[in-house]
């Protein structure tokens, strides 16, 4: 069984705390959202990726609802 949470593990209670083996992870940087980006969003720009990848922070699912939408934006732009 795998959990996640964004709590701290002194917010988690006493007996999650003994329960499970903890580890803790850092989010991705940036470089690692645009190497993510250029495969599952490869029809974009590589600024407009970069871009994404930059403002996401290390948020993966920022980053992916942005590349979506920048993706459905270019859609809709050829379809006119």
């Known amino acids: 069984m795998l959990c996640t949470s964004n709590c701290g593990v002194n917010d988690l209670e006493e007996r999650f705390q003994?329960?499970?083996l903890l580890f803790d992870l850092a989010p991705p940087t940036?470089?690692?959202?645009?190497?993510?980006?250029?495969?599952l969003a490869a029809p974009l720009a590589a600024p407009v990726i970069k871009q994404i990848a930059t403002f996401a922070c290390g948020n993966v699912r920022k980053a992916l609802l942005d590349a979506d939408s920048a993706l459905l934006s270019q859609l809709d732009s050829?379809?006119?």
């Open 30 to 39: 940036g470089e690692e959202i645009e190497e993510l980006l250029k495969i």
């Open 78 to 80: 050829n379809a006119a």
């Open 18 to 20: 003994s329960r499970f």
